[in-house]
């Protein structure tokens, strides 16, 4: 009897120490909330953003991720807490309890969504000070070095166009995979750690420490596995995808940058082209209500006639430039599968002739006979469909060869050696001999997508820690030299000529 009390008692306490949690942790309001809670007492945690001494009067504005909040002491305050404000610098961390006033009319902000109240703190506890800032954190930071915003990243995201950049990132994102998912698409993650093969970029390469003098590379795209997926019958395919190229500075590229990568089963160049459209219209319709899409349906343009109109295979068909809203979205296909290498200064181990775009690509079905011949190489066109937007490509896929006979002839056509195509594709080639469905895909250029929907200038504005424009971390200060114990462990001696 009495055990069972003792016991009754022990769930009794635990219970109530657990519901205080729940009232503690429930106890912190966001800021853009207080306007809902005029006469209560509220719990604020955030950042200072400015302090006001006005004589007896002291204001802070007070920063969270939701928005920014006067707080106000004075006279009533008592000695004791008008001191502690006093001492508040920009940035320090603060936790603010007070009580939310309406503001009297004539001192409404009408700028800020909390201008109608202010908060009369009561108690105040400084969580953290911060050291003065570098830079200024309530301008929108497109004047100040963009070096020194890399170097302190984790300052330069608190400021609110950059908070912002990030959550709309994260909407797109979760928005392509709800839609994806309703539409029965499964997500898969492929390895970071693979192998190097001639796809069109250099390589990042990771050197293996079990097996001296081989490496991974990280990869360009998750091509090979996307097929691969599709030899394994998954049938519809997706990822967020992180991919990585070793390219000398191109203007507004990163060394590693985000897909979203797609691949299908069963479909024609149709099927993937009127998915891809509706998925498109669906986020900036749901998410960008204010912009308006130029042309419904995408107008498609051929390769040949986008460059005899526009001198480009990713024109700006917008009709008015001025507009910010406007987005011109614009199919490209029938490009040519092959060119002459010496037209293309990429990484190319080959000869003579090089792919346009995908050496996995299929032909267009009239010119199989063609790449099954090796007749008219420059004029073989391919399945593949880019999407331009404003001027950017933002996309772009294909549908594949299937057929490893097929496939093979695209390796020949480019003078790849019968031991590299073994060696880099054989396990493509082999799949392909196990039931391989037609398939195909496409990827997006995530970055660039988010950076048009968002105005941005640049796609480092979208990206949270992006790297320079010559591939530096300078907040991390990478890439950095490895001690030389891990050097001799990867079997790697660096040639003298490079040490300091
Ligand atoms: N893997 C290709 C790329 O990264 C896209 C695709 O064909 O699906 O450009």
């Known amino acids: 009897m009495s055990l069972s009390c003792a016991g009754a008692e022990i769930v009794f306490w635990f219970f109530l120490s657990y519901a205080d949690c729940i009232i503690l942790h429930m106890a912190r309001t966001q800021i853009t909330d207080t306007t809902k809670k005029i006469g209560e007492i509220v719990d604020i945690y955030g950042w200072v953003a400015v302090r006001r001494d006005h004589g007896k009067i002291i204001f802070i504005d007070v920063r969270d991720r939701s928005g920014v909040v006067q707080v106000v002491l004075g006279p009533w305050s008592g000695e004791a807490l008008y001191a502690q404000a006093q001492d508040l610098r920009s940035e320090w961390v603060v936790h603010v309890q007070g009580l939310v006033k309406e503001r009297p009319a004539n001192l409404v902000n009408p700028d800020v969504p909390t201008g109608t109240i202010e908060i009369e703190a009561r108690e105040l506890t400084v969580i953290n000070q911060s050291k003065t800032s570098p830079f200024p954190l309530d301008t929108d930071g497109y004047a100040i070095n963009e070096e020194l915003r890399m170097q302190y990243r984790y300052l330069d995201l608190r400021r609110p166009r950059l908070l912002r950049n990030l959550m709309a990132r994260h909407r797109i994102i979760k928005h392509i995979r709800d839609y994806l998912d309703r539409e029965g698409f499964c997500e898969v993650e492929t390895p970071i750690l693979t192998k190097s093969t001639p796809e069109g970029a250099r390589d990042y390469v990771v050197p293996s420490r079990l097996y001296a003098g081989k490496f991974f590379a990280l990869p360009q795209s998750p091509q090979q596995y996307k097929q691969l997926l599709m030899a394994g019958g998954i049938e519809k395919y997706f990822q967020i995808a992180r991919c990585f190229r070793d390219e000398d500075t191109r203007g507004d590229r990163q060394p590693e940058f985000t ?60 009709k008015d430039k001025n507009d910010p809203h406007l987005l011109a979205f614009a199919w490209v296909i029938d490009f040519p599968f092959f060119e002459k290498v010496e037209d293309k200064k990429v990484y190319h181990p080959g000869e003579q002739w090089t792919f346009t775009h995908n050496p996995f690509s299929a032909p267009r079905p009239e010119h199989m006979a063609w790449l099954m011949g090796k007749e008219h190489i420059g004029e073989i066109l391919t399945t593949q469909y880019d999407v331009a937007l404003n001027g950017f490509e933002i996309g772009g896929g ?55 929907l968002l105005n941005e200038p640049n796609i480092r504005e979208v990206i949270a820690f992006p790297k320079t424009g010559d591939a530096k971390d300078l907040m991390m200060q990478a890439p950095a030299e490895l001690e030389e114990k891990q050097l001799r462990e990867l079997h790697i001696a660096i040639d003298e000529k490079i040490k300091k």
């Open 259 to 318: 897909q979203l990568d797609l691949e299908m089963s069963f479909v024609e160049r149709e099927d993937v082209m009127r998915l891809n459209e509706a998925l498109l219209i669906d986020i900036v319709t749901t998410l960008f209500p204010e912009k308006k899409i130029q042309e419904i349906p995408f107008p498609r343009l051929t390769y040949k006639e986008a460059m005899e109109t526009y001198g480009t295979d990713r024109p700006d068909l917008r």
């Open 398 to 452: 294909s549908i594949r060869n299937h057929q490893p006979e097929a496939l093979e002839k695209v390796f020949e056509i480019m003078g790849y050696a019968k031991e590299t195509v073994t060696a880099n594709f054989g396990h493509m080639l082999e799949a392909f001999t196990y039931g391989t469905p037609s398939h195909g895909g496409i990827a997006w250029g995530l970055d660039r997508l988010c950076t048009l």
